[in-house]
């Protein structure tokens, strides 16, 4: 639905129908590869086709309304489509977190695991109004991962200042909904290594995947994997360049009660297990035993 993708300025692609699609087969046949080796122009793309297949249908339905109602066409007809990301499921291959290293920087790839701590959603500034105290101009400056900086130079070709003010209520700032989520692996007992607790990554949520799960979900995330610095490690942390990988989600897949998927490695994420009303009689029966270890001993 057009009216839908609009409204939550996404739009969700399925990996395998991607693949698949012999046209796109035709027109980039290394979708795959390069949706893995350089995931942010290549979702880029995607997001910006959307937005020119938006834009054209109501720059067409608006002329059909003008015509309707006998208004002249003077001059083009400006619609406004808000910024469109593609969000990609369904992709392949599952990594394994414990696979998750420093080759994997910058990459596209799909984790499952379970949810262990949400936090609260923020606001997340990614372009800031600067005042120059010189000439009074103000500016809008992007912050890349939304990691604060200052402008180098006023854009007033004659003005030298390089003293700036932050202008947090400006209409040149701009936010958005941030949220940060910690994803623990999933193992089967014979993949439990002894004495070791399982491995976590903290994954970060934006725009319309903020509040997509709770801790205790089953999800799949599908995203890029980047670098911030390392906040614990090292006791003198100016000796050594440490940094910590997490994952810039691009999308969420909730799978609580679904199906266990394979790996890249052929291994089995997690054992998922369904119970039935009957079932739940039973255990509810064995509960209210007053002597289980009786009930134990005559079922061994």
């Not at 938006?54 to 720059?59: A, K, N, Y």
């Not at 490695?265 to 509960?287: N, P, R, T, W």
Request: proline letters at 4%.
């Amino acid at each position: 639905d057009k009216d839908e993708i609009e409204r939550k300025g996404s739009i969700l692609v399925d990996f395998k129908e991607l693949t698949e699609d012999d046209e796109m087969a035709d027109l980039i046949p290394n979708i795959a590869n390069e949706l893995r080796d350089t995931p942010e122009e290549t979702l880029a793309c995607m997001g910006l086709a959307i937005h020119q297949v938006l834009t054209r249908d109501l720059e067409r339905h608006a002329a059909e309304l003008q015509a309707q109602e006998g208004l002249s066409r003077d001059g083009e007809t400006i619609v406004n489509v808000p910024h469109i990301h593609a969000r990609v499921y369904n992709y392949e291959p599952l990594t394994q977190l414990k696979n998750v290293r420093a080759n994997y920087y910058g990459k596209y790839i799909a984790l499952r695991g379970t949810v262990v701590r949400v936090s609260n959603i923020k606001p997340l500034c990614t372009k800031m109004a600067f005042l120059c105290a010189a000439c009074g101009e103000v500016q809008g400056f992007s912050l890349p991962d939304g990691k604060y900086n200052l402008p180098t130079k006023c854009p007033v070709p004659t003005c030298r200042g390089r003293s700036f003010t932050a202008l947090r209520s400006s209409p040149l700032t701009v936010t958005m909904d941030w949220q940060s989520i910690k994803i623990q692996e999933l193992m089967s007992d014979d993949q439990r290594e002894a004495g070791r607790i399982p491995r976590t990554i903290e994954c970060e949520l934006v725009h319309d995947l903020v509040d997509s799960c709770v801790p205790g979900d089953t999800v799949t995330i599908t995203g890029v994997v980047k670098v911030s610095n390392a906040e614990e490690g090292s006791r003198n942390k100016n000796d050594k360049c440490m940094f910590l990988l997490y994952i810039e989600a691009n999308s969420v897949s909730n799978s609580k009660g679904q199906k266990t998927k394979t790996s890249e490695d052929g291994c089995k994420h997690g054992v998922l297990m369904e119970f039935s009303l009957k079932d739940l009689y039973a255990i509810q029966e064995i509960q209210a035993e007053e002597n289980l270890f009786k009930l134990i001993v005559k079922y061994v």
